[in-house]
């Protein structure tokens, strides 16, 4: 009985390489968002300045393969809620609050086998943050550098969670403005495999 009741339990338990293959899951994230607005023409800086940590919830899709204990892998990332927002100082024609509406980026991810099942990684990416001002126009697309850190536990072969700290930093000019931008979020994921690479 003892022989019978084992075998469910190490099919479903963690082997090494359990992180390879083809995932899709989701995020929880605490996000909050920096910069500064400067005048071309006039040279005014106008700062923003967060208001704290904003929490919402996003999408993310990968895939990554090990090899005698090391990971490389790819990654999309994709948030549209719960960026952050800031207090525009006021100054010249700017005041209010702008507002990071979308953020993505696409990443190459190198890690270390810590254990068997636990993964330490880095992040390496391009992508863009969508913002917008309130009062204001329209929405702005800059893009951005991302880089960052985390953790995955491989919970089982199919489901694994991961931990990770988060940062995309980027310029671009519109009309007479160049805006930067500095956004961190922490990450909480859980994911699913479902295509395996042996």
């Not at 917008?132 to 995955?152: A, F, Q, R």
């Not at 000019?173 to 395996?196: A, H, K, T």
């Amino acid at each position: 009985m003892a022989l019978a009741a084992a075998i469910p339990m190490q099919s479903n338990a963690a082997e090494p390489g359990s992180l390879d293959g083809v995932y899709a899951g989701l995020t929880l994230n605490g996000s909050q968002l920096d910069g500064d607005i400067t005048s071309k023409t006039t040279s005014n800086k106008t700062d923003f300045d967060s208001n704290g940590l904003e929490a919402g919830i996003g999408f993310e899709a990968g895939l990554g393969r090990s090899f005698h204990g090391f990971y490389i892998g790819a990654s999309y990332q994709y948030l549209d809620n719960g960026l952050g927002d800031a207090d525009l100082g006021s100054s010249g024609n700017w005041a209010g609050k702008v507002e990071a509406d979308k953020i993505w980026n696409a990443s190459v991810i190198p890690g270390y086998y810590v254990t068997r099942n636990l993964l330490a990684y880095g992040r390496f990416g391009i992508g863009q943050i969508e913002v917008s001002t309130n009062p204001g126009s329209g929405s702005e697309d800059i893009d951005t550098v991302t880089y960052g850190l985390g953790m995955k536990y491989a919970m089982t072969d199919m489901l694994s969670a991961s931990l990770e700290y988060k940062r995309s930093t980027g310029d671009e000019v519109f009309g007479s403005n160049e805006w930067d931008v500095d956004s961190q979020s922490v990450l909480f994921g859980i994911q699913y495999r479902y295509c395996m690479m042996k």
